[in-house]
């Protein structure tokens, strides 16, 4: 049921956003009056935020065509490498890479937005490395056929990932998927696995939450695993591929991430209207764009929100030592030469300062010199991976570190003894 009236409220939305918006197309048309007269200009500009906050919004295109480094302008190529049910490994490469450039697989949340709200992580770090991406799906449109979706399919993805990519490829988890991407590192790791990742960057991520608690955590503590069974958990409607599937919607999601800064979000619509009674549309479009990302969501399989909720947030398991993948134990001490840099926002209120940093603590068998730690200052969650000070603060950070680390150091070390 809770889908459904979703989806008529919906519906219902985009017809009445639609008609807001050609009303305030005509009454802001230059060739009437109206775009002149009294509360023309007003009533137009209401409408048009309206439309925005009303338009149904599907998949979003990375669309990073270009990026200029020292000053030269260089074309980027985009491309699906490998594909999978619930998610793509998309690659990004720019023109006049050096042979040597490093190779990064970013792990994307999964989370309730797509991929895409990387843009900013992938255009900035595509100017010095061959860049893939973890491009994961939209749960309602994966066929009940194709199977479940858990936390550990989500650490195999990323070992096939790696192992597509080959030797030598350095890895980024953005948030939420630290806790796997630190677990694919222990897994590979036991195993020898030469695919394993020479570096693991970790920003924002739930390593441990008992660490700095913030309201996110505290949700998910004050309610038992059956509350979010069954209050947040819905059924996919007929007229998805996916139709049947037990979901977590994004639209709750979204209206989680909403109502933890109204009146941050109220004020931006504010600021838009303003924008557009002024006929500022440059700052208007700003706000826009920004929307556009942040209110295109996917849907997560039940079987894998309901898991990351019970072990990351509730039972603490990875950083306890209590965390499995396909029924053994997830050995952090099996982490030997994987260098981890853990980065975190000053003013993060998703991810509190220390949740991230625990993760090179507990893995204890890395030496000190392949741990690193940067909390950036005045940097909101959002702004660890994505604006001005991610571009000129923080990635130089990440640069730095896959540099100082571009040789295994145990490899190495066996080739100075042979």
């Not at 398991?317 to 926002?345: N, Q, Y």
């Not at 991610?390 to 540099?403: G, L």
């Amino acid at each position: 049921m809770l889908y459904n009236f979703y989806e008529l409220q919906r519906s219902y939305l985009a017809g009445v956003g639609a008609w807001a918006s050609v009303v305030s197309e005509f009454m802001s048309n230059p060739a009437l009056p109206l775009g002149y007269l009294g509360a023309g200009p007003v009533v137009a500009s209401a409408l048009e935020v309206f439309a925005h906050a009303a338009m149904p919004r599907g998949k979003p295109a990375f669309g990073i065509a270009e990026v200029t480094v020292d000053g030269a302008t260089w074309p980027v190529t985009e491309a699906i490498v490998l594909r999978r049910p619930y998610g793509n490994l998309l690659r990004f490469a720019r023109d006049g890479l050096p042979d040597n450039a490093p190779k990064l697989l970013i792990a994307a949340p999964m989370s309730g937005h797509f991929a895409t709200l990387l843009r900013g992580t992938v255009k900035r770090l595509v100017e010095s490395c061959e860049v893939y991406i973890t491009d994961w799906a939209d749960a309602k449109l994966v066929p009940l056929s194709e199977g479940r979706f858990d936390l550990d399919d989500y650490i195999d993805y990323l070992v096939a990932f790696l192992e597509h990519i080959g030797p030598n490829t350095h890895m980024m988890a953005v948030c939420q998927p630290s806790v796997p991407a630190l677990a694919a590192t222990a897994v590979m790791s036991a195993a020898n696995n030469p695919c394993r990742p020479l570096t693991l960057t970790m920003m924002g991520g739930p390593i441990d939450t008992r660490e700095a608690p913030t309201s996110v955590n505290d949700v998910a503590i004050d309610n038992p695993l059956s509350w979010f069974q069954n209050h947040v958990i819905a059924t996919v409607p007929l007229h998805y591929p996916g139709a049947g599937r037990k979901v977590y919607p994004g639209f709750l999601q979204l209206a989680g991430f909403l109502s933890m800064n109204l009146q941050t979000h109220l004020e931006s619509h504010y600021q838009m209207f303003r924008h557009l009674v002024t006929g500022d549309g440059e700052s208007a479009d700003a706000s826009k764009a920004f929307y556009e990302e942040y209110r295109s969501v996917a849907d997560m399989t039940a079987e894998f929100y309901l898991q990351t909720i019970e072990h990351v947030f509730q039972k603490h398991s990875l950083p306890k030592g209590e965390l499995r993948h396909r029924g053994e134990l997830v050995d952090l001490t099996a982490i030997r030469d994987t260098a981890l840099l853990a980065i975190e926002g000053e003013n993060d209120d998703i991810s509190g300062i220390g949740q991230t940093k625990a993760a090179l603590t507990i893995a204890t068998a890395l030496p000190e010199e392949a741990k690193r730690y940067f909390l950036a200052p005045d940097v909101g969650h959002y702004g660890i991976f994505n604006g001005r000070r991610w571009r000129q603060v923080i990635a130089p950070v990440v640069e730095e570190w896959m540099s100082e680390h571009a040789v295994r150091k145990s490899d190495t070390h066996l080739h100075l003894v042979g």
